[in-house]
């Protein structure tokens, strides 16, 4: 399989090619339930493979330190304005390595080494680029944390108010990794101009939904929207930074060369294509069957009998609470992992557990979504998911390699985008 699509590199490097080629059958096998990865198209995936590897282009479009950009210059520029007229800014920088450099572009753009900043508690769904404490983040700067409340799963804006008033951070951050809701971006804005804070949406996860028009946009809010390119939007790995014009030179200066040299050019064309499926009325319509997906799969599980964090979903993502179950997080996701099923281990809010060892699994519909999986799927998914943690309860191996085949059997039938047919 990999000689065909590979054949320099199978030449060259056979052991490397097979372990390419061993994920493409993995990819291709199992069902992927993590909610921030994707399949990219095979055109996405020629773009991030061609020859702009080969050139340096530090700067921007136009600005360059290095001679013969009249191809990169180019490549950015469409870059550029296919992100703007997508999320509706002023202003893109598509040169990000990925969303941790991103975010911290923003804290070198606003904010100085022991000011105060503020995002969600990393187990209560954020990103530990939001200010936690194990991310620089959270020990250059002094991260204040929010949290969503005990009873509802949901963030509560009175609360975050009031820590904001207190504090009067420098940054917010809004956004995050675990978060099955919808985030209400205009309360958080009212809140940031209260507090006379510069405001970030970390849309990482939701980009794509918000580009398909299946969540809110922060666009019009927030002083800065930071995204990742790779999750819902369905790009190369990579990220972007979007404001309004004020704030363009601090964005760009952060970026470089305040931290990062040369652009990942093969990246920027990849982004570059990604931004242009994602312009189309099939990523539209992609957008709002991931969304009505996650819909189903979730009310499906708790006719089965699981508890979700926040009592379900209103976008790609569900965090099952399995604190009622005998079985811990980590030991259902490898349960599920050895039944064709990838998700991963999380901690729920108020977790118990250790972060190592968590009571939650989070698992989202983008991928399978990408594959053309539909509502009338999503039962059976929620049937092996069951099944799963049931056997990982009892040490029923048998059941978990019975699923195991269910699964390939039915991916068999829905290719993936951009890998050779199972
Ligand atoms: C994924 C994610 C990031 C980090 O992106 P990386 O590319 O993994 O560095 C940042 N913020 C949020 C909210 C994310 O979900």
């Known amino acids: 399989m990999s000689a065909s699509r590979h054949p320099a590199l199978s030449a060259t490097d056979p052991e490397l090619a097979s372990f390419v080629a061993a994920e493409e059958v993995l990819q291709a096998q199992t069902l992927r339930l993590i909610p921030s990865e994707n399949y990219v198209s095979a055109a996405v995936l020629e773009a991030s493979g061609t020859v702009l590897q080969n050139k340096y282009s530090e700067g921007y479009p136009g600005r360059r330190y290095y001679e013969g950009q009249q191809n990169i210059d180019r490549v950015e520029a469409l870059a550029i304005e296919r992100a703007k007229g997508l999320f509706g800014v002023d202003h893109a920088n598509v040169q990000p390595y990925s969303g941790s450099p991103a975010n911290l572009a923003v804290y070198l753009a606003f904010a100085k080494p022991g000011d105060t900043v503020m995002g969600m508690a990393l187990p209560m769904?954020?990103?530990?680029?939001?200010?936690?404490?194990?991310s620089a983040t959270?020990?250059?700067f002094r991260g204040v944390q929010y949290g969503v409340q005990a009873d509802t799963g949901l963030i509560d804006y009175d609360a975050v108010r009031e820590l904001a008033l207190a504090e009067r951070p420098k940054l917010i951050f809004c956004g995050g990794t675990a978060l099955p809701r919808t985030i209400d971006f205009a309360a958080f804005a009212s809140i940031a101009e209260e507090a006379g804070s510069i405001?970030?949406?970390d849309v990482a996860h939701i980009a794509g939904l918000i580009a398909g028009g299946a969540h809110p946009s922060p666009a019009g809010?927030?002083?800065?929207?930071s995204t990742t390119t790779h999750k819902t939007l369905r790009g190369p790995r990579g990220a972007m930074l979007m404001c309004r014009e004020e704030h363009a030179k601090a964005?760009?200066?952060?970026?470089f060369p305040g931290l990062q040299g040369g652009p990942h050019n093969q990246t920027t064309a990849g982004i570059a294509?990604?931004?242009?499926?994602?312009?189309q009325p099939s990523f539209t319509a992609y957008a709002h069957a991931v969304v009505a997906n996650a819909k189903a799969l979730a009310a499906a599980l708790l006719e089965r009998g699981f508890d979700l964090v926040s009592g379900g979903t209103d976008n790609h993502l569900i965090l099952i609470d399995l604190t009622g179950k005998d079985v811990p997080g980590k030991v259902a996701a490898k349960a599920l992992d050895r039944a064709?099923?990838?998700v991963n281990y999380n901690t729920v809010p108020f977790d118990p557990r250790k972060p190592f060892d968590p009571s939650g699994v989070r698992i989202g519909t983008p991928s399978l979504t990408s594959r053309g999986l539909s509502a009338e799927h999503m039962p059976v998914v929620a049937d092996w998911i069951a099944r799963s943690v049931d056997a990982a309860a009892k040490g029923d191996e048998p059941t978990l390699a019975a699923v195991r085949a269910e699964v390939a059997d039915l991916m068999a039938a829905f290719p993936a985008p951009g890998l050779p047919l199972p």
């Open 125 to 134: 769904g954020g990103h530990l680029t939001h200010g936690w404490g194990v």
């Open 273 to 279: 294509v990604a931004l242009h499926e994602a312009a």
């Open 199 to 201: 405001l970030v949406a």
């Open 221 to 225: 809010h927030v002083d800065v929207i």
């Open 340 to 342: 064709g099923i990838v």
């Open 251 to 255: 964005i760009d200066k952060a970026v």
């Open 138 to 140: 959270g020990s250059w």
